[in-house]
């Protein structure tokens, strides 16, 4: 879900500016776990089992997330290990980790898959700090437009005398 694309209430939903105030607060706190998710899928070098959370596998005939057809540790700061619960899934697993836009090379052994995390050059460090802004663009004007909606909706209740001032 895109952050802040969650519809604002009725002004008529809500009874006080208490009520207003607390949905507004919600939303907002949805958008920062949004963002802190968003942040945690980034790679920075450092092992993660959060970098594949991302990544969906064809496994069985339809496409499942990676951490719902394997088990992911991180035995290494630079490795991700990822078992398999069935194995034959091992080589669907790791075309989907190669697929990814991550830029990872998994290697397999039959059992498991290693995937080391390489460290990150001059360039992909400012592609990530790019990456950084621009999320942290979007999810700076999701909060916004919940501030706007909820002064609107203020403003709305203020008009049909629901509160005073």
Known sequence: MKPGNQPAQPAS????????????????????????????TIRTGRASVNLLDGIMVEAYGSPMPINHVATLHVPE?????????????????EKAIRASDLGLNPSNDGKLIRVPIPMLTEE????????????????RVAVRNIRRDSNDQCKKMLKDKLISE
């Not at 500016?17 to 998710?37: C, G, P, T, W, Y």
């Not at 490795?79 to 194995?87: A, G, N, R, S």
């Open 13 to 40: 939903q809500f009874q006080s500016v208490k009520d207003l105030e607390a949905n507004a607060k919600s939303r907002m706190e949805k958008v920062i776990a949004d963002f802190q998710h968003e942040m945690s």
């Open 77 to 93: 700061p630079s490795l991700i290990t990822v078992q398999p619960y069935d194995m034959s899934q091992i080589g669907p697993i």
């Open 124 to 139: 992909r460090r400012k592609e990530m700090v790019k990456r950084l802004h621009h999320m942290a663009e979007e999810h």
